[in-house]
């Protein structure tokens, strides 16, 4: 039975009965990068890419570079370690965690009419029980992905993050929000913004609390995710596995979804 499915699959990606979704937004010097008040500690610096050789007196016949980016840069996954909160968790960091959690089920929420009303807009445990009752259950074991087409800001940092001198104006989920989520036994959360807390979300009990109960109950994140829009509420399969960094708290990802074509 194994055999087979899996023969399937491989057929129905050839034919293009599935269909590979590009959910990674562009990574460079340009992408922009979550900015913490000073008070708050250090930033994670602009990604910026240093030429090793190319096809010169350095590397005649190649060309390579190497790079300078944090771990929690463009579209990126959250290991439980990231927050303190999972900070002693087992398996909690990009080497350790179980390659077979890379690979799950995917719940889209679309809030991208409301998010474009409203960009402090909150996901509430309302919403999610309306979405349930039109599409279905959210299963355990599976992602949940806020769909608000804030990506479509990503080519600017201004507009992406938002801010003014009240703080950054960005959706998200409320804390119940997640604790309903992680009731549901989800595997993760993730949206397209530059984290995967509102920008509101340091004034919240707990403060940050994608980042806080997430990563308490060994949960992970999706941060800066593109294309949600291409997605249906339901039947699709997500693919974010971070690089295999020994001890990293985080990994900027190719992140992709099956769905039917």
Same mark, same amino acid.
């Given at each position: 039975?194994?055999?087979?499915?899996?023969?399937?699959?491989?057929?129905?990606?050839?034919?293009?009965?599935?269909?590979?979704?590009?959910?990674?937004?562009?990574?460079?010097?340009?992408?922009?990068?979550?900015?913490?008040?000073?008070?708050?500690?250090?930033?994670?610096?602009?990604?910026?890419?240093?030429?090793?050789?190319?096809?010169?007196?350095?590397?005649?016949?190649?060309?390579?570079?190497?790079?300078?980016?944090?771990?929690?840069?463009?579209?990126?996954?959250?290991?439980?370690?990231?927050?303190?909160?999972?900070?002693?968790?087992?398996?909690?960091?990009?080497?350790?965690?179980?390659?077979?959690?890379?690979? !799950?089920? #995917?719940?889209?929420?679309?809030?991208?009419?409301?998010?474009? =009303?409203?960009?402090?807009?909150?996901?509430? #445990?309302?919403?999610?029980?309306?979405?349930?009752?039109?599409?279905?259950?959210?299963?355990?074991? %599976?992602?949940?992905?806020?769909? %608000?087409?804030?990506?479509?800001?990503?080519?600017?940092?201004?507009?992406?993050?938002?801010?003014?001198?009240?703080?950054?104006?960005?959706?998200?989920?409320?804390?119940?929000?997640?604790?309903?989520?992680? %009731?549901?036994?989800?595997?993760?959360?993730?949206? =397209?913004?530059?984290?995967?807390?509102?920008?509101?979300?340091?004034?919240?009990?707990?403060?940050?609390?994608?980042?806080?109960?997430?990563?308490?109950?060994?949960?992970?994140?999706?941060?800066?995710?593109?294309?949600?829009?291409?997605?249906?509420?339901?039947? !699709?399969?997500?693919?974010?596995?971070?690089?295999?960094?020994?001890?990293?708290?985080?990994?900027?990802?190719? !992140?992709?979804?099956?769905?039917?074509?």
């Amino acid at each position: 039975m194994s055999s087979n499915t899996l023969s399937n699959l491989a057929s129905a990606l050839l034919s293009g009965s599935v269909k590979v979704v590009d959910l990674t937004a562009p990574l460079g010097p340009d992408t922009p990068v979550l900015y913490l008040p000073p008070q708050f500690g250090k930033n994670t610096p602009k990604v910026a890419v240093h030429t090793i050789s190319a096809y010169d007196q350095d590397g005649p016949f190649w060309a390579w570079n190497w790079l300078e980016l944090g771990e929690h840069t463009g579209t990126h996954f959250d290991a439980p370690c990231h927050w303190i909160t999972g900070k002693d968790n087992p398996n909690n960091t990009t080497d350790t965690i179980p390659p077979q959690n890379f690979v !799950a089920p #995917v719940n889209v929420i679309d809030r991208s009419t409301e998010a474009a =009303e409203n960009p402090d807009y909150l996901l509430t #445990v309302d919403s999610i029980k309306e979405w349930e009752a039109e599409h279905g259950e959210i299963e355990a074991g %599976s992602w949940v992905l806020m769909r %608000s087409d804030w990506y479509k800001r990503n080519g600017s940092t201004e507009t992406f993050l938002n801010a003014d001198e009240n703080g950054p104006h960005s959706p998200g989920p409320t804390a119940e929000a997640i604790e309903y989520l992680l %009731s549901k036994g989800i595997i993760g959360w993730g949206q =397209e913004t530059v984290g995967t807390d509102a920008g509101s979300a340091g004034g919240m009990n707990p403060p940050f609390p994608a980042h806080n109960l997430m990563h308490k109950n060994n949960k992970y994140g999706l941060a800066s995710l593109s294309n949600l829009d291409q997605l249906p509420p339901k039947g !699709a399969v997500l693919i974010a596995a971070p690089l295999k960094f020994v001890k990293g708290t985080g990994s900027p990802v190719r !992140a992709l979804a099956l769905i039917a074509g």
